[in-house]
Nanobody, 124 residues
Framework: QVQLVESGGGLVQAGGSLRLSCAASGRTFSRDTMAWFRQAPGKEREFVATMDWRGGNTYYADSVKGRFTISRDNAKNTVYLQMNSLKPEDTAVYYC?????????????????WGQGTQVTVSA
């Protein structure tokens, strides 16, 4: 069974940091493009960050650029999202996603594997 399982979410004050992890199982994801998306209540799911399978290329949403860092450890089949200088508007459920074609996109429709999400809440 192919699974992506996120962890590391929680409640943090504005200005604080969290590190999200996404552990993949059931198949190797070392050739997949990996990404993070988030969805706040009443809003559409939005792109946060993506990284290619080699880990050499990254792309971030403007809203998180300079504060968030995506990384991956292919040996561990795990992708991370380091979130610093958190703001209340970062509050959302964060989802890990994988594109098994190895494409390069920030549209959620191109990602074929998804985790269940982890809640991040940033208090003012």
């Amino acid at each position: 069974q192919v699974q992506l399982v996120e962890s590391g979410g929680g409640l943090v004050q504005a200005g604080g940091s969290l590190r999200l992890s996404c552990a993949a199982s059931g198949r190797t994801f070392s050739r997949d493009t990996m990404a993070w998306f988030r969805q706040a209540p009443g809003k559409e799911r939005e792109f946060v960050a993506t990284m290619d399978w080699r880990g050499g290329n990254t792309y971030y949403a403007d809203s998180v650029k300079g504060r968030f860092t995506i990384s991956r450890d292919n040996a561990k089949n795990t992708v991370y999202l380091q979130m610093n200088s958190l703001k209340p508007e970062d509050t959302a459920v964060y989802y890990c996603a994988a594109d098994s074609t190895g494409g390069w996109s920030w549209s959620p429709y191109t990602y074929d594997y998804w985790g269940q999400g982890t809640q991040v809440t940033v208090s003012a």
